[in-house]
């Protein structure tokens, strides 16, 4: 079977995660950043090399280190590289500093919608919020792509083109609300993702969503994901 990583990660500099992707069965992926100190290496690798889609954005882990400039740096890298996404952005309730994760949430949401970018979502304990904030947009919002989906059924109902991307723990049992909410989310809005600096991890959420949905195969899982990332297309 051949994949794509909807959502992986940079690892050390210097360190080449993307030869693991000629030998796994993975045709390409998308790089999230965390920080604004990720952005310049993933647009460089973005932009070399055809499989490969970038997002950048300020994960909510580390907005307290954003600098005032941000969102004027983010407008210039998306104005530079049209292929750019944004990600990963969103709420976290497991740390501290929500309001300030709302208000660089928000500001990211607009510029999304300004330049029509695919923004690429990050919800922990935070979907009731995360939905009121976006109900504020309805109409005007571009595609959504639920990162590490939790199987919440308030985001699936939601009236967005949300799609829901499964992380490797969706093979692990002990995930039971995640595991069911694979067997409700329409066929062709389920995507897969190591969530790793091993886009090979990828496989192993493969083999969980697989297993859960026998009316499914890898192709559909992978034209899924080159419809959403390439536009159908892919090298």
């Known amino acids: 079977?051949?994949?794509?990583?909807?959502?992986?990660?940079?690892?050390?500099?210097?360190?080449?995660?993307?030869?693991?992707m000629k030998t796994s069965g993975v045709l390409g992926c998308v790089v999230n950043s965390v920080m604004m100190s990720d952005w310049t290496r993933i647009a460089t690798i973005a932009s070399t090399n055809?499989?490969?889609?970038?997002?950048?954005?300020?994960?909510?882990?580390?907005?307290?280190?954003?600098?005032?400039?941000?969102?004027?740096?983010?407008?210039?890298?998306?104005?530079?590289?049209?292929?750019?996404m944004i990600g990963e952005i969103g709420l976290d309730k497991t740390r501290d500093n929500f309001l300030t994760q709302e208000k660089v949430f928000i500001s990211a949401i607009e510029i999304a919608i300004k330049y029509g970018?695919?923004?690429?979502?990050?919800?922990?304990?935070?979907?009731?919020?995360?939905?009121?904030?976006?109900k504020t947009y309805r109409g005007e919002l571009p595609r959504i792509i639920a990162h590490g989906f939790d199987g919440t059924q308030n985001a699936?109902?939601?009236?967005?083109?949300?799609?829901?991307?499964?992380?490797?723990?969706?093979?692990?049992?002990?995930?039971?609300?995640?595991?069911?909410?694979?067997?409700?989310?329409?066929?062709?809005?389920?995507?897969?993702?190591?969530?790793?600096?091993?886009?090979?991890?990828?496989?192993?959420?493969?083999?969980?969503?697989?297993?859960?949905?026998t009316d499914m195969s890898g192709d559909d899982i992978l034209k899924n994901s080159i419809g959403v990332f390439f536009n159908g297309q892919i090298a």
Request: hydrophobic share 40%; charged share 25%; aromatic share 10%.
């Open 117 to 134: 970018r695919t923004i690429n979502l990050h919800c922990v304990h935070a979907w009731d919020r995360v939905l009121e904030i976006l």
């Open 156 to 213: 699936i109902n939601f009236d967005a083109d949300f799609y829901f991307s499964y992380s490797p723990k969706v093979a692990n049992p002990l995930y039971k609300k995640m595991r069911e909410s694979v067997l409700r989310v329409p066929k062709n809005k389920i995507l897969i993702e190591s969530d790793d600096t091993d886009v090979s991890r990828v496989i192993l959420a493969a083999d969980g969503v697989l297993n859960l949905r």
């Open 1 to 20: 079977m051949l994949y794509l990583d909807s959502h992986c990660h940079l690892p050390e500099p210097g360190t080449d995660i993307f030869a693991h």
């Open 50 to 84: 055809k499989n490969i889609r970038g997002a950048i954005g300020i994960h909510p882990w580390y907005v307290e280190d954003a600098p005032q400039n941000w969102k004027y740096d983010l407008i210039a890298m998306l104005d530079d590289n049209p292929d750019l």
